[in-house]
């Protein structure tokens, strides 16, 4: 399995409902096995900007590498771009295997 990360920071922190809501939408994705939106305790950022701290995170299942190689491109994942980009001011994400 491939276990895919990805850290949000946004512009706004009252866009963070918005954000989380459309990141829970992404369980219609058939490439996802488990999704799985997280929010912050912390979501007033500190205004030191090393270390980098996220408001929101995605973690998400994929069965293996050609799913996860696959999601960017989904209409799923397109959607979420195009309804949340005006939304981020920063993203991190990574895939890694879990064995």
């Known amino acids: 399995m491939i276990q895919h990360v990805t850290l949000y920071v ?11 809501e459309q990141l829970e ?4 994705c058939n490439l996802i096995m488990d999704n799985k939106v ?6 007033d950022l500190p205004s030191i900007e090393n270390p980098l701290f996220a408001q929101i995170a995605h973690l998400a299942t994929f069965k293996d590498e050609k799913d996860a190689q696959a999601f960017p491109m989904s209409k799923e994942h ?8 005006d939304c981020i001011h920063q993203v991190i994400t990574m ?5």
């Open 10 to 20: 946004l512009k706004e922190v009252e866009r963070l409902p918005f954000v989380k």
């Open 25 to 28: 939408k992404l369980k219609e």
């Open 38 to 43: 997280v929010v912050s305790c912390q979501t």
């Open 78 to 85: 397109m959607e979420l771009v195009q309804t949340t980009n």
């Open 95 to 99: 895939n890694y295997i879990d064995e």
